[in-house]
């Protein structure tokens, strides 16, 4: 599978380096620490996800290194194409994914949300974000237009196709 992954020019030093990069809970923020190891659990990963993108909007799959967000502004980095073994991928939707971040109630539509969920009621909610179908498209957006992103255990130096050096805006 094709997929994109935005990387700091240390981390792309260590995969030319060592040859795998692996992701690195101290490198995820605290307040989403929790999202993650629910993540880790739901996908077995012993270890925080490499995120990659899949399709970065409807118009696009490769990532616009134009817009801002992807790292610090100023920050080098380094756009990384990658052939990935499907098997190793989960695909899910970026803009779901911020229901768990901000351990919020994942719903369908307006008249399937609950006020004041459980932990447990919010996890299981969060199941949807691995369906790229899911959702009303007036309360989510049209699914065809979704930005796409993938989590793997792992990158392997030779999945990569090609790489671009970049400056973060």
């Given amino acids: ?66 817009c801002s967000a992807h790292l610090g502004r100023g920050e080098r980095g380094v756009c990384v194409e990658f052939d990935a073994p499907d ?17 919020a109630f994942l719903s369908e539509d307006e008249q399937h949300d609950i006020d004041n969920p459980t932990l447990e009621q919010k996890q299981q909610s969060w199941q949807h974000l691995f369906d790229l179908n899911f959702s009303d498209p007036a309360w989510h957006g049209p699914p065809d237009e979704a930005w796409i992103q993938a989590t793997l255990p792992c990158l392997r130096s030779e999945w990569v196709r090609s790489y671009q050096h970049f400056k973060a805006r």
């Fill in 87 to 103: 098997g190793l991928v989960t695909l899910s939707r970026f803009d779901l994914w911020h229901s768990a971040l901000n351990d």
């Fill in 1 to 66: 599978m094709i997929l994109w992954t935005i990387q700091r020019v240390e981390a792309w030093q260590t995969l030319q380096r060592r040859g795998v990069l692996l992701g690195d809970m101290r490198r995820v923020y605290i307040h989403f620490r929790p999202a993650y190891q629910w993540l880790m659990e739901h996908l077995s990963l012993r270890r925080a996800p490499i995120w990659a993108w899949h399709a970065y909007n409807a118009k696009r799959k490769r990532p616009d290194l134009r």
